[in-house]
């Protein structure tokens, strides 16, 4: 499908500009590559970006982690690329300012709160449901899977005990669940059918009773699903009930084809709730998983430390992924691996593939983020690689982003604390230096699901939920630096009661993967920055030297000796 397509079907429907967005009926969950409608419009290939075609134009909205990839995939003659939030009202600012007031969207791409918000806000526009223009939102047949009880520390019974508790509570008849994720940790199930995140891609129907009905397309395997043309009639079957549902991960469509008919009541995911906070068997099983994710990382740097030279990106990602598949439990990678040699580490989410694979040169960085899911967990780690003899400019730069990395990973914080408050701690050490970056500090992770989990985040324009015990996030703050390098370290943590400061929260890193300390100046570290390195050195060596063969472990000994 052509932007010129798009136009001349914006003329046979009467609205002056169509919005495409990235995602489909899942929100906020990832896509198959025939289902990315960006990439067939455009040709931007990242996970996050919203655009919209008017009779005249064409512009992309994505976020600053994306900005150089966008303007690199797309053809500037026919889409201009806009570095703004990629949100709705992003696009609506920018049509108000045109004077256009006809806007056409799909209603299954956009939540209902998102639309309610819009309609308020601007109340001079029309928008009209007319639905894929791109025709691409058709689905597979999903076969689904039961996970083990010794990983998910719940039977699916005891959590939708859990449910229907809340909805006697509520007085409700049934939750209505449209988030992917939640529907597979509610039910213990999971699915192939995404490249990187386990989840069965379906909604459920949770009544008072506990009885649940799917809504996919062909589901199979371990539990049988309706499919999406019976899904209507079902509604319309509930007259007079009460159903409750989040408004946040719920499309408008369902909205409109429900009517009047039910009663809905606004609130938010009950599962995302509860999922958030991780309980023992999941805590020990990303514990686990860690261990054994860090034995593949340290295996795939000691090679690499030998082995560079002639190397290129995807040669590294290869390699990796060879390494990863040997663990115990793996079952997939929990993203594309990021791997950005010199100047493409300083686009955010560059990955190298058969047209883009750069040779890694002497005296560069490589900015290598990867993540593995594992039965027991899922992981996320970014470690910056210094190939050859770094600058004292790098040296410098990485010494004040682990800075910023460390004033997060020992903050002692009040309970019920958002990530909005947290984000700052680790910005403000780089905005010492007049640098920043142009993303989150940090993201929720599941446990064997999506590897960016709501509802919690550490990111300035993020989620106001509270942080409580045994809740898991990353920790990656970065910087970049366009045409040179980019420098990213992340951790996955996970949050304790504090020891020391009773209703005060602590954080524990997950990850065991050595910091590479040709990179860092430890004459800018404070004497507890330093002491907070070389333990988090001596636990990571502790923990994964006994999996190691000799060559490993000396590299590994080496890596992880006290500065």
Known sequence: ???????????????????????????????????????????????????????????LFVDGRYELQARAETKSKEITVIDEMPRFKSVCDLLQQKNISAVGYDAW??????????????????????????????????????????????????????????????????????????????????????PYSPIVRAYALVSK?????????????????????????????????????????????????????????????????????????????MINCHIRDGVALVKLLSWLDKHWHGLKEFDVVKKLHEIRTAQENFFSESFATIAGSGPNGAIVHYQPDAEHNSSLQENTLLLLDSGGQYFDGTTDVTRTIAIGQPTTEMISDFTNVLKAHIALARMRFPQNTSGIKLDVIARSVLWQTGQDYKHGTGHGVACFGNVHEGPISISAGGSDYGFKTNMITSNEPGL????????????????????????????????????????????????????????????????????????????????????
């Open 209 to 285: 009773q506990g009885e649940v009905e799917l809504f996919a397309d062909d589901l199979q395997g371990a539990m049988k699903g309706k499919n999406w043309e019976q899904f209507a009639t079902v509604l319309a079957q509930m007259e007079n009930t009460c159903i409750m549902f989040d408004a946040h991960s719920t499309p408008e469509k369902i909205k409109m084809l429900i009517g009047d008919k039910v009663k809905l009541i606004k609130t938010k995911d009950i599962c995302a709730l509860f999922k958030a906070e991780k309980n023992p068997a999941e805590l020990q099983g």
């Open 1 to 59: 499908m052509k932007i010129t397509e798009i136009r001349e079907k914006l003329k046979t429907v009467g609205v002056d500009a169509y919005v495409v967005s990235y995602g489909n009926r899942f929100l906020g969950q990832d896509v198959l590559p025939e289902e990315h409608k960006l990439k067939i419009l455009c040709g931007f290939s990242g996970s996050a970006g919203i655009a919209v075609v008017t009779l005249n134009e064409a512009f």
């Open 480 to 563: 970049y630096k366009e045409g040179k390098y980019g420098i990213r370290i992340e951790n996955l943590q996970y949050t304790v009661q504090s020891e020391t400061a009773d209703g005060f929260l602590e954080f524990r890193y997950l990850t065991k993967v050595p910091i590479d300390k040709k990179l860092i100046d430890k004459y800018l570290l404070t004497e507890g920055e330093l002491a907070w390195l070389n333990e988090y050195h001596k636990n990571v060596y502790n923990s994964l030297a006994p999996y190691l063969n000799e060559i490993e472990k000396v590299w590994l000994k080496d890596a992880c000796s006290p500065l």
């Open 109 to 194: 791409c956009h939540s209902v709160a998102e639309m309610e918000y819009l309609k308020r806000r601007y109340r001079e526009m029309q928008f009209i449901d007319i639905g894929d223009l791109l025709n691409i939102n058709k689905f597979r047949a999903i076969t689904a899977y039961n996970r083990d009880i010794r990983f998910t520390g719940m039977s699916s019974t005891d959590k939708i005990t859990s449910v229907t508790e809340v909805l006697q509570d509520y007085q409700a008849d049934a939750f209505l669940f449209t988030s992917a994720d939640s529907v597979s940790w509610l039910l213990n199930l999971y699915a192939r059918d995404l």
